[in-house]
């Protein structure tokens, strides 16, 4: 049964779906001209440079093992630390430019995952770094979890061996879909800068739509005005794959057209992360899953050095540490007790010959 037939994920259609095409035309057309006024103030519009790499991966070898995997005719990329006969670890990370998952920081959570015996998969989103890219239609909310499936059970996760999924940004919208969708695959879930799905439009999912939802679902334009912003001169990806905005913007822009039935909540545990500014947008999620944690960041990204122990803690645990002495007190006062009471027995106790 697919994502749709189950009535969990449903199409927006009818008089919504016309009146959304509309806003896009014109809205969009709005948007437009306000960034293009903005683009003019700031001066920066800058050109692409014609031999730019289609395709630069970055991550240091010792992390973990690059792996290539197909899942329904489209090729992933992917990173694997640790044994594979651990409970596995999805890692989602947003798009385009995945650098994030690899700072120090974040890296160190990685290889302590690893170490407490879990399988971490660290997934390129289709059209970031080594995966396979796609069209509008090949990134829509059901062939992305039809695909995210498919790619967990070929990794041998099932209903008795679920999965831990970890998504940041656009990873994080695709996390909450999978969630929904798929539940029974997920023993735990974390997302961090992704707001639910049904919130699309009052909390857009990734920063870089903010004041542009609409001018989004253009298309060939987005992908061209927001590569030649993200082109600087200096930058470490201004040659690499991570100025290729096509698949981001293809997972944004399908989830326009999507929502999430809204009775339905996601069973497995989760923990949202967000910014204090994000406050009301993480209440308004946590409706919409039975068991939720909420924590507060500077920055909902990897690189941030309150995420890695805010993680650790909410799949590895603290180790409880054993406490001996409250349980010596306890122990002394209850002997003590007994000792008393044998006392005060034996003054009581009648003599043997009464």
Request: aromatic letters at 8%; hydrophobic letters at 40%; proline letters at 6%.
């Amino acid at each position: 049964m697919g994502v749709k037939d189950n009535g969990i994920l449903q199409t927006v259609t009818g008089w919504p779906a016309i009146r959304l095409g509309l806003e896009c035309i014109y809205l969009g057309l709005w948007q437009l001209l306000q960034l293009a006024i903005r683009r003019l103030w700031k001066g920066r519009r800058r050109k692409l440079s014609p031999s730019a790499s289609p395709v630069e991966l970055r991550v240091d070898s010792s992390i973990g093992r690059h792996c290539y995997i197909k899942i329904m005719g489209v090729k992933y990329h992917y990173v694997e630390t640790g044994t594979k006969s651990g409970q596995l670890i999805l890692i989602l990370g947003d798009a385009p430019d995945t650098a994030n998952l690899w700072v120090p920081s974040w890296s160190s959570a990685v290889r302590r995952m690893a170490e407490n015996d879990y399988h971490i998969v660290t997934l390129d989103l289709r059209g970031s770094g080594g995966s396979e890219g796609g069209s509008r239609r090949d990134l829509t909310p059901p062939k992305a979890v039809e695909e995210l499936t498919a790619l967990l059970k070929a990794l041998g996760v099932s209903e008795s061996h679920p999965a831990i999924v970890i998504g940041f940004g656009i990873g994080g919208l695709l996390t909450w879909y999978l969630g929904h969708c798929h539940g029974s695959m997920v023993s735990k879930f974390i997302v961090a800068g992704a707001p639910h799905p049904n919130l699309y439009w009052q909390h857009p999912p990734s920063p870089f739509c903010l004041g542009s939802l609409h001018f989004i679902q253009w298309p060939h334009f987005p992908e061209r005005w927001l590569a030649e912003s993200e082109t600087r001169g200096d930058t470490k990806w201004a040659s690499s794959r991570a100025r290729d905005w096509s698949g981001a913007l293809n997972y944004v822009r399908g989830a326009a057209w999507y929502r999430v039935h809204p009775e339905h909540k996601v069973q497995a545990r989760g923990l949202l992360i967000g910014t204090k500014d994000s406050a009301a947008q993480l209440v308004a999620s946590a409706q919409y899953c039975a068991s939720p944690a909420l924590r507060l960041v500077a920055k909902p990204e990897p690189a941030d050095k309150d995420i890695p122990p805010l993680v650790l803690d909410f799949i590895i645990g603290k180790k409880k540490q054993v406490e001996e002495i409250p349980r010596g007190l306890v122990t002394r006062m209850l002997g003590a007790v007994a000792d008393r009471g044998r006392e005060l027995t034996a003054r009581l106790a009648l003599p043997a010959n009464a």
